[in-house]
T-cell receptor, first 110, second 114 residues
Framework: QQKVQQSPESLIVPEGGMASLNCTSS?????YFWWYRQHSGKSPKMLM?????GEKEEGRFTVHLNKASLHTSLHIRDSQPSDSALYLC??????????FGTGTTVSVSP | GPKVLQIPSHQIIDMGQMVTLNCDPV?????FYWYKQILGQQMEFLVN????????KSKLFKDQFSVERPDGSYFTLKIQPTALEDSAVYFC????????????FGPGTRLTVL
């Protein structure tokens, strides 16, 4: 059973539009979430992390976390073609190993 | 930003042979990690390493796997002998500290076992 579930599997967003990605952990020991972005053939790069309830914004990126439901979401506003990538959600269990989801592939269409 | 390098980018070997994957972590980082990603599946934690020792390993880290970082050089993952199911992309990561510190990832080594 997947411990970190991401949805949707893939997403097409018009340039300038909003992309919304979801991630939920089934493990109640999780206490920290990371969002990574991975362009094709490149290494995953950390976008944002969150461990408190609520919202965190950095530029065009906003993450939300609901600790009760262990659900986090990533929103990308004013999407650009350079945002086309695989977005990985990872959950941290009390400072132990990172558990990754299967990712959401975002394609921004010009 | 800080970069993690991995050598080689692609390795093809015959089943039963030994393979060593090399990782050049960020220079002042102290914690090192290996992850495995089979095509179409999620990246899965294999092992983390600190101060010359394996700190934690997953069930994917079979007895045929070993890691070391001799004298501050490359952090290596050795598989001996390899099996068909070892075909995957292997990602190395490093972090300055353990716990909740950001992990910086390399570009991966694609291992194909024939």
């Amino acid at each position: 059973q997947q411990k970190v579930q991401q949805s949707p599997e893939s997403l097409i967003v018009p340039e300038g539009g909003m992309a919304s990605l979801n991630c939920t952990s089934s493990d109640r020991n999780v206490d920290y979430f990371w969002w990574y972005r991975q362009h094709s053939g490149k290494s995953p790069k950390m976008l944002m992390s969150i461990f408190s309830n609520g919202e965190k914004e950095e530029g065009r990126f906003t993450v939300h976390l609901n600790k009760a439901s262990l659900h986090t979401s990533l929103h990308i506003r004013d999407s650009q073609p350079s945002d086309s990538a695989l977005y990985l959600c990872a959950a941290y269990q009390g400072g132990r190993a990172l558990i990754f989801g299967t990712g959401t592939t975002v394609s921004v269409s010009p | 930003g800080p970069k993690v390098l991995q050598i080689p980018s692609h390795q093809i070997i015959d089943m039963g042979q030994m393979v060593t994957l090399n990782c050049d972590p960020v220079s002042n980082h102290l914690y090192f990690y290996w992850y495995k990603q089979i095509l179409g599946q999620q990246m899965e934690f294999l092992v983390n390493f600190y101060n010359g020792k394996v700190m934690e390993k997953s069930k994917l880290f079979k007895d045929q796997f070993s890691v070391e970082r001799p004298d501050g050089s490359y952090f290596t993952l050795k598989i001996q002998p390899t099996a068909l199911e070892d075909s995957a992309v292997y990602f190395c990561a490093s972090s300055l500290t353990g716990g909740y510190a950001e992990q910086f990832f390399g570009p991966g080594t694609r291992l194909t076992v024939l």
